[in-house]
Structure formats: C-alpha cells, structure tokens
C-alpha cells in the first residue's frame, strides 16, 4: 500500500495531470533519470492508482516498431502496466473529454495461459500465451504536446490512457504473426499499413522482451494477463466523432468512435 505522503513529487504531478486532465512540462528534461529509476516512479503511480481501488490487468510494451521509435524520439521499447480503468469494453465510444490529447494505435494483444519468468525466448512466449487478438490503444501523454524522452515516458506509465480489445482471436499458432497484415484507418481513410513484423520482428519477441524485462524488475508477467506487443504502426490523433479501425488478416477487425 502506498499512502499519498509516500509518494515521489514527480509522480504526484503525473497523477494529478492525468486526474485534470491538463499537460505539464516534462519530469526529467535533462535525461538524468536511469532507467530503474524510471520504473521506480513508474511502479509508485500504479502502485498509488491500484491502492484507490483500480487493479492491474496486464502490461505492454511500447516503441516495438520503427515508426513509433522514429516518431518518438525514443528508440527502445518500454514496459507499461495496463490498469483495469484504462479498459473499454468493444462497441462503446472512448470519451475525449476524459483525455488531454489522445491519440490512437494499432496493436497485436495477447492473454496468457502461463505466467513467464527468466531469460524467456519468443517459442516459450508463445507457448504460454492462450489467445491471440487485435486491440486499438489509446494513448496520451501527460507531457506538453506530446513530447517526452525515455526517462519521461517510463515514469508516465508509457502514456497508457485507454485500450480496446477485440473479442475475434486466434490461437497462437494459427498464424505467422510476422506475416499479418494490418491496414488501419480513421474515418475511413487508410492511415497506415503493416504487418506483424512491424513489431520487433516478431511480436512474440515483444512479448519474451516484454516477459524478460517484467521479471527483471520484480513483476513477471502472470497467467490470466493481457498484453499489448506495442503499435505497428503510428498513433493518430482522434477527436469527438472520429471512428478508427484496424483489419488483420486472419485475426479480424476492431473500431472505436470517440465521444465528447
Ligand atoms: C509511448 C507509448 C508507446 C506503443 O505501442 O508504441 C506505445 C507514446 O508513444 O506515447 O504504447
Ligand atoms: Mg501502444
């Protein structure tokens, strides 16, 4: 449990930007953070959020593929907690007026069957996973216009807002996930296209890369989880009556419309 007093200044604002739904300059302008200390506030805020009452339901890796990297400026994957409150259920709208600006990505999503600890390889992450299928996750930074370094990102939970899972699903080894194509749209326009080797080059090695790190840092990840292997390809910016969809082959198809 950790109490309000507890906690660390820096995740006090990042609470209370997201809480008021207002931008706030950046944490650690001068890149002096490391990594585990990143994490360190990173664990304090879900800490804080799951003693009021929210629950972990997952993790997710973030800046899997080269488009988001580059974009970014961050060009290593982080590790984020997916928290109960972040999900909506599929067919209802995301609602803007709770964000600061969101936007929204494509993502390959995983539950697994098989929690995973150690130096995990892509076949073990794969074998320990239950079901594979698409998701659309809505990010939003707490950082003024979105723009963040690795130390920033890591504390704000990896800019985790709101995520969509999709209820088509596939099992784990009924598909080349590097070879799904994806095409995502908003509004119905193509925005982007890719495929699953978009992501690491391979999604399972986010997810042993994901798997690795989580242990690494004391949380492995457990049966029962959700993960998100990290967009394949850039977020797009989403207002109030925008509709965005991703297709996969073989795995299906998702949307969300975004509301006041
Ligand atoms: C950081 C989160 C990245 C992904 O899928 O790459 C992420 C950001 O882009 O704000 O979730
Ligand atoms: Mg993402």
Not at 107 to 128: D, K, M, N, S, Y
Not at 129 to 145: G, H, K, Y
Not at 187 to 192: F, H, L, M, Y
Request: charged share 20%; glycine share 8%; aromatic share 6%.
């Amino acid at each position: 449990m950790i109490a309000g007093q507890d906690l660390d200044a820096r995740v006090r604002i990042l609470l209370d930007a997201a809480d008021q739904r207002r931008e706030v300059e950046r944490i650690d302008p001068d890149g002096a953070l490391t990594e585990n200390e990143a994490y360190a506030l990173q664990f304090q805020y879900v800490d804080y959020r799951v003693a009021n009452g929210d629950r972990v339901v997952g993790l997710k890796t973030g800046l899997t593929s080269k488009a988001k990297q580059q974009t970014m400026g961050v060009l290593q994957p982080i590790l984020g907690h997916v928290l109960a409150s972040s999900v909506v259920p599929e067919g209802e709208p995301v609602h803007c007026g709770e964000l600061i600006h969101p936007r929204a990505e494509p993502e390959i999503a995983f539950v697994l069957e098989h929690g995973l600890e150690g130096p995990v390889t892509a076949a073990q992450a794969c074998r320990a996973t239950a079901l594979v299928f698409p998701a659309i996750e809505i990010i939003d930074s707490r950082f003024l216009n979105f723009r963040f370094g690795f130390g920033d990102v890591i504390a704000d939970n990896t800019s985790a807002a709101r995520v969509i899972f999709g209820s088509a699903s596939i099992r784990p080894t009924d598909a080349d996930l590097r070879l799904l194509g994806m095409v995502y749209s908003k509004n119905g326009e193509v925005q982007s296209t890719a495929a699953g080797a978009a992501v690491l080059g391979n999604p399972w090695e986010a997810l042993a890369w994901l798997a690795r790190r989580a242990w690494e840092l004391g949380r492995p990840l457990q049966a029962g989880q959700m993960v998100l292997a990290g967009a394949l390809a850039d977020a797009v910016f989403v207002n109030p009556g925008d509709n965005v969809r991703v297709e996969f082959d073989r795995l299906g198809s998702l949307s969300v419309t975004f509301a006041e």
